[in-house]
């Protein structure tokens, strides 16, 4: 088992036995990988795997607030499922889901997030595309800089984005779904 999430396999045992939550023990789980991922962000010399580790975390923290404020979850759920992020506060983002979908959209349009609030009214859909467009966009960024391993974990983080959307291709294609909807689910492209 990997260093960071060590000291939370006890505590996920523990947990287990004793309330038998599956909610509990994914959150826990969940949170100790995603503050492994920003402990490791932060402390990569390379500027393209810190910027791709604090952006996933950050859009990790806005997608189990909207999931939460969608099933009404109270504050302190939130408060114990977030993990910390550099790019957003955690406690404000907690408390506008708790408190309301608009106030969610207000706090994601104040951090410079409001691409994702725009994209969550049109549909779910439309923000999960929105979020890996996001991690693309920084990829794109580092796509003719020789001068370091940025270009090589480019291509293969846009090699799994590929990948996904050939998924969703093939799938829609197989259900039989229209256009419209598969349009909405494409993600942008690396090339």
């Known amino acids: 088992m990997p260093d960071p999430l060590k000291g939370v396999a006890p505590q996920a045992y523990e947990l287990m036995l004793k309330t038998r939550d ?20 932060k402390a990569s010399k390379n500027k393209l795997f810190r910027q791709y580790e604090l952006l996933s975390v950050a859009l990790s923290d806005i997608k189990l607030a909207v999931r939460a404020q969608k099933m009404g979850k109270p504050l302190s759920f939130l408060q114990q499922a977030l993990a910390p992020s550099s790019l957003l506060d955690t ?11 608009e106030d969610l959209f207000a706090y994601l349009d104040k ?8 994209s969550l009214k049109q549909s779910g859909a439309a ?28 291509y293969y983080l846009a090699r799994e984005n590929e990948i996904k ?9 197989a259900n039989g779904f229209d256009d419209s909807v598969i349009e909405e689910r494409v993600r942008a492209m690396y090339v």
């Open 22 to 41: 599956g909610q509990a023990l994914d959150t826990l789980v969940d949170r100790a990988c995603l503050c492994a991922m920003e402990k490791a962000g």
């Open 91 to 101: 406690d404000l983002l907690a408390r506008a889901a708790a408190k309301s979908r």
């Open 111 to 118: 951090v410079g997030f409001g691409d994702a609030a725009e």
């Open 127 to 154: 923000f999960e595309r929105w979020c890996d467009n996001k991690q693309i966009d920084l990829l794109k960024q580092e796509k003719y800089d020789i001068a370091s391993v940025g270009p090589v974990l480019a």
């Open 165 to 173: 959307t050939a998924r969703i291709l093939l799938t829609a294609k």
